[in-house]
């Protein structure tokens, strides 16, 4: 199943500055291994902003929320989630 996520993503300012890195850089390293096996498809930054938008392909709804529970910035993101479909007049489909 496809979906669209987009993650916005507020770390408080206050933050230890080595505590945001360690996270960061986890974060990263997480993201490295869903895309390495193929369930993050994309994943593009979204101009202006700390924000993203991804692709996941991913067996269902059970298996998105678990990866997005396990991001590790999880608890400072604001996230919408668009399943997707494929479209009637997508050339590549017909």
């Known amino acids: 199943m496809l979906f669209a996520v987009t993650m916005d993503v507020a770390i408080p300012p206050a933050m230890d500055p080595g505590e945001k890195a360690t996270l960061i850089d986890r974060e990263r ?4 291994e869903l895309q390495a096996s193929g369930e993050w498809l994309h994943i593009w930054r979204r101009v202006g902003r700390y924000s993203n938008l991804s692709i996941f ?12 529970w396990n991001l590790p910035l999880f608890p400072y993101m604001t996230i919408e989630i668009t399943p997707l479909a494929t479209h009637p007049s997508d050339i590549r489909v017909a």
């Open 57 to 68: 392909d991913v067996s269902g709804n059970e298996r998105l929320h678990q990866i997005l």
């Open 29 to 32: 390293s997480y993201s490295r």
